[in-house]
């Protein structure tokens, strides 16, 4: 399924991460993690602890898992790719494609009954790299005071957070604005 860059969070995000990462990214389904959580066990085992097993099987859900040379499914792997909540992996994805946060706006939160309270959400936006422009910034009294650092407003990608934010930048920057995303994830 296509979904915007904008738009990805949660494992969406991080498979469009680490495809834009170079990693060999798919999805593993609730089905196959079943079999594989009850290779080896008996029928008596099986039978003895159904109830437990209904209830792990209901919270399964497609994940995705890292495809190794061999072809096989490992989630395991990917259950550590945390791009989007993690700053020690998102940091220096952000470091190494000169990626700029910024707090941009707030966003007011209506209440439960949709009236407008005094609450506001922080947006964030990042842009991977900065345009310089040849115009001097000049002061309230016309006085030069710098170099100006120009960004378009459509290059701004924004998030909730400052790595989600940061995250679906790079995977713009690398995927374009717009990327298939296995239906299980979206």
Not at 59 to 87: E, F, L, V
Not at 108 to 131: C, L, M, N
Not at 150 to 164: F, K, S
């Amino acid at each position: 399924m296509k979904i915007k860059t904008s738009e990805l969070s949660g494992p969406a995000l991080r498979y469009a991460v680490a495809k834009a990462e170079g990693h060999n990214v798919g999805i593993i389904s609730a089905e196959q993690q079943w079999l594989r959580f009850t290779d080896g066990a008996t029928p008596d085992e099986l039978e003895k602890h159904a109830a437990v097993h209904a209830e792990i099987r209901a919270g399964m859900k497609d994940s995705i898992c890292r495809i190794d040379p061999d072809g096989y499914k490992d989630q395991h792997a990917a259950k550590t790719w945390c791009y989007d909540t993690n700053w020690t992996q998102g940091g220096p994805i952000i470091e190494r494609e000169n990626i700029t946060l910024i707090r941009v706006e707030d966003k007011s939160i209506p209440d439960a009954k949709g009236f407008w309270q005094d609450k506001h959400e922080p947006v964030w936006g990042a842009v991977v790299g900065t345009r310089h422009s040849d115009d001097e910034s000049h002061n309230g009294y016309g006085d030069p005071c710098g170099t100006v650092y120009a960004v378009a407003a459509e290059d701004v990608v924004t998030g909730p957070t400052p790595l989600i934010a940061a995250m679906r930048c790079y995977v713009a920057s690398k995927l374009g604005d717009e990327i298939n995303v296995p239906e299980g994830l979206a």
